[in-house]
């Protein structure tokens, strides 16, 4: 069983920032992928960002140069740092833990980017 405590989202103006951070406690794996996805209304979700237990990272191509992702191992928590916010960006954001060939998905947090 894995729990999750997520915070950071809310709303921004556009060019904005924002840091989404993802704290995973339970049974837990040193060998993992975590990872973020989003959810805009009426579409379907998408890849983000992720990062490997080495620390290899991958992006989309929407968010590269734009958004961060990092982890502390110690805290199995896992974070995005989001710049240069776009409205296209508004979306439900979506921790993602992929270990011992299991999915498991956070609660979601809302990120509306509006002037």
């Known amino acids: 069983q894995v729990h999750w405590a997520e915070s950071g989202g809310g709303l921004v103006q556009p060019g904005g920032s924002l840091r989404l951070s993802c704290a995973a406690s339970g049974s837990i794996s040193s060998i993992k992928t975590m990872a973020w996805y989003r959810q805009a209304p009426g579409k379907q979700r998408e890849f983000v960002a992720s990062?490997?237990?080495?620390?290899?990272?991958n992006y989309a191509d929407s968010v590269k140069g734009r958004f961060t992702i990092s982890r502390d191992n110690a805290k199995n928590t896992v974070y995005l740092q989001m710049n240069s916010l776009e409205p296209e960006d508004t979306a439900v954001y979506y921790c993602?833990?992929?270990?011992?060939?299991?999915?498991?998905w956070g609660q979601g947090t809302q990120v509306t980017v509006s002037s």
């Open positions: 990062m490997l237990t080495g620390g290899s990272t």
């Open positions: 993602n833990l992929y270990q011992l060939m299991r999915t498991y």
